[in-house]
């Protein structure tokens, strides 16, 4: 199993990462790899196996709806690039129409 | 595409289904213990886990679990194990850039919703309704505050993270009206089970549509455009009977639709297309891996159901309407208020005069409730209120229309009827001796008048019963005086 050059960019486009050819190059092996690696399962007779969603066999981890402290505002803004009325400031969403 | 043809003579129908997200009334946020509350301070209830900070771990709230299975069951839905899934994506109003949500085994698979549909029960089914979390609330900077021309978003992340209920139907709605209908039955269903806050206004409760339209006969769907931003069951309305309008418009001049995402914008009335940065939706959705599958207990399924009072305000309607003979449209107006039908059968119980009870709840009970914002269940009043108006309209104290004003008091003060009645002096005067003084003086103050009908002007004793009423405020039976008028000239 590999994969394309135009899938490491496409995978790059929607995680936001700008890569160098060389870094294209060298993803496009090594996420074959990892892959390949992943596929050597698909040769294991899985009939009648439930697909793991957790390989942790616990089911019930539930929480008590009370509730607990939140963190102070001026610690959270503290880390925002851009702080405006006590909100996150980010750049527009949508493209030019 | 072949279903659909150019032909400005084909008649187009419309083929809709709703995604309904209602914000869960827990306490606390779905996967933190951050408080879930609609008005706090911008940004102050927030936490490592609601805002993706790493290393930081989700762990899923039980009342939510709770509520979503309390609301499968009101809807007949298979009930069954859950898998948390990650959405990824990158939008400012998810600080983690995923959304915990779920995919391929959702809390509640399939059920149904029963709607009023031009006089009869009709079945819209749910293809899920499964549990998520919610996204921070943006606000676009810029000169009409809309996204498209916004410079820059402000992001307050009180909402993220908050459980939301996203409710999927089927492509089973035809009209804007049904679509209204279906989203009245949910909202009351979600109300009266406390599920959710239910209020389009806070966005607890919001609506998106995919809307297609096909020529009527056809069985293939046409394109079908995402419509988003509806803030109230109105604006749905108005944005479906657009977009409808706006397809129907391409096709029959031969245009074709764009699969897309479209923005209401109550101001212009229109849909507009969101062009967004988001390459094709491609969300690699995967098991969230800090989350285990949920498991329900089957007894704990079966105690939450039996908790759900079976009846949806349309079925009820419709029982109501056979057993008394009601209008199905009167009906119709008190079932969706919470408490209210509850109200009307318990005084019906008691004594009431069925068809007046209705009537009163669906006209000054819900008049006042608008008036006020109020709701029934904070309305301080005592038992037997329509039962005690009956019997008052009954032994003649009251006619129909005192008891409405008497009626209007009552909601106003919470006092009960007989004690507006004896207060206001608004007992129906029906002591002849009382009533033939008043004529008399009546009479006596007005000789031209008395003149003209002896002359043979019939009409204007309508003049002295109008004068009786004004001088007894009403109170006098306006048969009675004419009968008295009419025995003195």
């Not at chain 2, 600080?95 to 549909?117: C, R, S």
């Not at chain 2, 609506?207 to 006969?217: E, F």
């Amino acid at each position: 199993m590999s994969i394309s050059r135009e899938d490491v960019l496409h995978v790059a486009k929607l995680a936001r990462l700008a890569l160098s050819e060389e870094e294209i190059s060298l993803f496009t092996v090594q996420l074959g790899d990892i892959l390949n690696h992943a596929a050597a399962a698909c040769a294991l007779d899985t009939e009648g196996v439930p697909p793991t969603a957790h390989p942790v066999p616990i089911a019930h981890l539930l929480r008590e709806d009370e509730p607990r402290p939140s963190l102070a505002r001026g610690l959270v803004l503290e880390e925002a690039p851009a702080v405006e009325a006590d909100r996150f400031r980010v750049p527009r969403i949508l493209d030019e129409t | 595409m072949s279903a659909v043809a150019s032909d400005p003579c084909v008649d187009y129908e419309a083929v809709i289904g709703l995604e309904v997200h209602a914000e869960l009334k827990t306490k606390t946020k779905m996967f933190c213990g951050c408080r879930n509350e609609f008005g706090a301070k911008p940004n102050t209830n927030v936490c490592p886990v609601c805002l993706g900070l790493p290393g930081a771990l989700p762990v899923t709230n039980r009342k939510a679990i709770e509520l979503a299975v309390r609301f499968g069951a009101a809807v007949d839905a298979k009930i069954g194990r859950a898998v948390f899934h990650r959405k990824n994506y990158f939008y400012p109003d998810m600080p983690k850039d995923f959304q915990i949500t779920q995919y391929d085994e959702p809390i509640n698979a399939g059920g149904k919703v029963e709607i009023l549909d031009a006089g009869a029960l009709h079945t819209i089914h749910l293809t899920r309704a499964h549990l998520e979390e919610d996204t921070g609330k943006s606000q676009h900077q810029g000169v009409s505050g809309r996204i498209h021309d916004a410079t820059s978003t402000l992001i307050d992340y009180n909402r993220a993270g908050v459980p939301l209920l996203e409710i999927v139907s089927e492509p089973d709605i035809r009209t804007p009206d049904q679509a209204k209908q279906y989203v009245n039955e949910l909202r009351a269903v979600l109300g009266f089970l406390d599920i959710s806050d239910v209020k389009m206004e806070e966005g607890s409760m919001r609506v998106d549509a995919n809307v297609s339209v096909r020529p009527v006969g056809a069985e293939a769907f046409g394109v079908k455009v995402e419509v988003k931003n509806m803030n109230s069951v109105r604006s749905l309305v108005r944005a479906l009977t657009y977009e409808i309008e706006r397809q129907t418009v391409v096709y029959r001049e031969g245009g074709r639709i764009v699969q897309e995402t479209r923005h209401w914008e109550e101001e212009d009335g229109r849909t507009h297309s969101m062009r967004s940065k988001e390459e094709a939706a491609d969300y690699r959705y995967f098991p969230e891996p800090d989350l285990v599958p949920i498991t329900l207990d089957q007894a704990w399924i079966e105690a939450i159901s039996a908790e759900v009072p079976g009846v949806f305000p349309s079925r009820r309607a419709v029982q109501l309407a056979e057993q008394y003979g009601f209008d199905l449209d009167r009906v119709a107006s008190v079932v969706y208020t919470p408490g209210l039908c509850d109200w009307v059968e318990a005084e019906i119980a008691i004594g009431a005069d069925p068809l007046r009870s209705l009537n009163w709840a669906s006209q000054e009970v819900m008049a006042h409730l608008n008036e006020t914002g109020g709701e029934v269940a904070g309305l301080a009043l005592s038992k037997g209120v329509f039962a005690d108006l009956s019997s008052l309209i009954d032994d003649g104290t009251l006619s129909k229309k005192l008891a409405r004003e008497v009626l209007t008091e009552v909601l106003v003060s919470g006092k009960s009827p007989r004690t507006v009645v004896s207060e206001k002096g608004l007992a129906q005067i029906s002591d002849e001796s009382e009533l033939e003084r008043i004529v008399a003086e009546v009479i006596g103050a007005n000789p031209e008048t008395i003149e003209k009908i002896r002359a043979g002007n019939k009409k204007v004793v309508g003049f002295l019963v109008g004068q009786v009423m004004k001088a007894t405020k009403g109170a006098a039976n306006p048969e009675a005086v004419h009968r008295l008028i009419d025995s003195r000239l």
